[in-house]
C-alpha cells in the first residue's frame, strides 16, 4: 500500500511539471510567433540565424553598388568610386536609403550577401568592409547583428566596384 501511494504521488508530481513544460512551451512558441529572433553569437559580430514569424513585413533589395564619387575621375581609379571601405560605406549609405522608401530602418535589416572582389593589387580588403559594417550594425547606435555572407568573386559587372550587397530587412 505504502508503494501504492508512493507512486501515485509521484504520478501527480509529473502530471504537475508536465503541465508547468506545456504551459512554458506555449508561452515559448507564442513568443516565437509575435518576435523576430535572432540567433545571437556573442563572440562574433554576426548572427547564427534569424527566426521571422508569420505576418511579418519583409523588403528585398537587389544587389547594390556604390554610387560614383567622382565623375570625372579617371575610370579605374579610386577617385571613380572610392576604395574598398568608401565603396562599403557608399553602399550601405545605398541600402539605408532604399529600404526607407518603404518605412524600413537598418535596425530592420536581417541578412546581407555581400560580393567583394579584389582590389588593383589583387586582394581583397576584408578589412575594410568589416570596419565598414561595424558602423551601421553592432555598434550604440544600432546594437542590432545581422545574418550574414560575405563571397569572394572574381570581379563584379563594373571592373571599377570592389563591393555589391544584397539586404533584406523584416518588421
Known amino acids: 500500500m505504502k508503494n501504492q501511494i508512493l507512486i501515485a504521488f509521484s504520478l501527480i508530481i509529473l502530471a504537475a511539471c508536465n503541465g508547468n513544460v506545456e504551459q512554458n512551451s506555449a508561452l515559448e512558441?507564442?513568443?516565437?510567433?509575435e518576435y523576430i529572433i535572432r540567433y545571437d553569437r556573442p563572440d562574433a559580430s554576426i548572427?547564427?540565424?534569424?527566426?521571422?514569424?508569420?505576418g511579418k513585413e519583409y523588403f528585398y533589395t537587389s544587389g547594390l553598388v556604390a554610387p560614383v564619387k567622382d565623375e570625372n575621375a579617371e575610370p579605374g581609379t579610386y577617385g571613380r568610386y572610392g576604395d574598398t571601405?568608401?565603396?562599403?560605406?557608399?553602399?550601405?549609405?545605398?541600402?539605408?536609403?532604399?529600404?526607407?522608401?518603404?518605412?524600413f530602418k537598418?535596425?530592420?535589416?536581417?541578412?546581407?550577401?555581400?560580393?567583394?572582389?579584389p582590389d588593383?593589387?589583387?586582394?581583397?580588403?576584408?578589412?575594410?568592409?568589416?570596419?565598414?559594417?561595424?558602423?551601421?550594425?553592432?555598434?550604440?547606435e544600432n546594437p542590432n547583428k545581422v545574418?550574414?555572407?560575405?563571397?569572394?568573386?572574381?570581379?563584379?559587372?563594373?571592373?571599377d566596384l570592389l563591393i555589391e550587397i544584397e539586404a533584406v530587412a523584416a518588421k
Request: net charge negative; glycine share 6%; hydrophobic share 40%.
Open 29 to 33: 512558441i507564442k513568443e516565437q510567433e
Open 47 to 54: 548572427l547564427r540565424g534569424v527566426y521571422i514569424p508569420k
Open 85 to 103: 571601405y568608401e565603396q562599403s560605406i557608399g553602399t550601405l549609405e545605398r541600402i539605408k536609403e532604399t529600404i526607407a522608401e518603404a518605412g
Open 106 to 117: 537598418m535596425e530592420d535589416v536581417i541578412f546581407l550577401r555581400v560580393y567583394l572582389a
Open 120 to 140: 588593383k593589387n589583387g586582394k581583397i580588403d576584408w578589412n575594410a568592409w568589416f570596419n565598414a559594417y561595424g558602423e551601421y550594425f553592432n555598434n550604440s
Open 147 to 159: 545574418a550574414r555572407s560575405t563571397i569572394a568573386v572574381y570581379a563584379l559587372a563594373n571592373p
